[in-house]
């Protein structure tokens, strides 16, 4: 394919015009301390910049891109519904690649998620969760049950819902008098010691012990804490807090929006921890990183706790919610999943990933390293997460200058590369990042 001629400099100059960015401090957007990349193209890890450039994207393009970028099943499953159909309601009509998408869905997540609930992104998927839950209980005999109990570091979205149940300060202090009431409990994994969750988990039971008749479920990210600078903790705490839910009657929403579809070493994070939870929040991977889309998905009890009269009614949904090419792109995610051995290979990749980490964390730069499945992160300086640090962004720009798209959290270099990523593509990534760490941060 050859790239339509782009002239960077204008494209540039007019996307400080017109566009405004996400989690971008806008004076230093529209003055820059070097140039954003303009990409043009994008193929498997590899994204092509408007002057023929080549980087790696060591971050799936923000945690979506798990099966790299124009991956063929899903690209040919694309191309072949868009001919078909590219957009239909759900509402009052059913097609067939949403009733495909949910059996495929029901059948790969853990046992007793019975029923799909289409959406647009992450942040829906959730905000679909936490309105089904405290709507259960309104109409089934607990309206007391109103709060939601979440862990401090939480990133669950950013519509004002999922804000709510959010715990990052500098993402969500400005909207608290928006915000409705969540309790906050310690997160398991923001201390390095090795039995910190213990003590979390010790916590996180005395409050919903105390609390558990006004709560209507607790919200978490199984295993990795992402937008809190990928903390991670043991699928032993989940196991706990499934038994506890169960013991309290209180619902559990997993969000595995992040580590969904291979992230972690298994298809789901939950499966880690041998549970199911009442709710669960699939996005990011869901297309394979191609298109916008999410799934909620429910057990029986919860789906039938909505029969009944029309007011019973779950009064929610997206324009687009169920979009069939998006579902076709799913369907082929699961193809791939089920026929190529993508979690195999992303296995290999997580071993070689390890190695690098340990080569990475003996640089004196660098505090202590991390990983879970194909998630590796590395803390700079002194340890402490600071979202607006420099030491991150100097490495983000000595790996740009390298050919690698590595956008940092704070001080926190993180890789999340594509499942499918080929051995010398994850050398070349990692050694990329060495030598940036080695640049930017004082020896
Ligand atoms: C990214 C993310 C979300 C939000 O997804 P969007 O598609 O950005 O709305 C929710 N939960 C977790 C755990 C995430 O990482």
Redesign the pocket.
Known sequence: MTAPTIDPAATRERDRRFVWHPYQPTDRWLNPPFEPPVIAEAEGVWLTTAEGDRLIDGVGSW?VSNLGHGHPRVRAAMHEQLDRMCHVAMAGLVHEPAVRLAERLVAATPPGLDHVFYSD??????EVAIRAAFQYWQQNGAPERTVFLSLAGA????TIG?VSVGGIPLFHRVFGPLTFETIQVPSPAVRPDDDWHVEAFDALETRLRAEAHRVAAVVI?PLVQ??AGMLMYPPSYLARLRALCDELDVFLIA?E???GFGRTGTLFACEQAGITPDLM?L??GLTGGAL?F?ATLATGRIFDGFRGGGDRTFFYGHSYCGNPLACAAANAVLDAFEQDDVLAASHARAEEMADALARIGEHPGVSRTRQTGLIGAVQLGDGSSDYASELGWRVYKAALDRGAYLRPLGNVIYFVPALTIEPDELAQLMHIAEAAITEATPA
């Open positions: 945690w992104d992450g942040s829906t998927a959730v990133y669950h979205g950013d999922t990210e992402g937008a969000d929006v992040f580590v929040c996005s990011k916008p999410a």
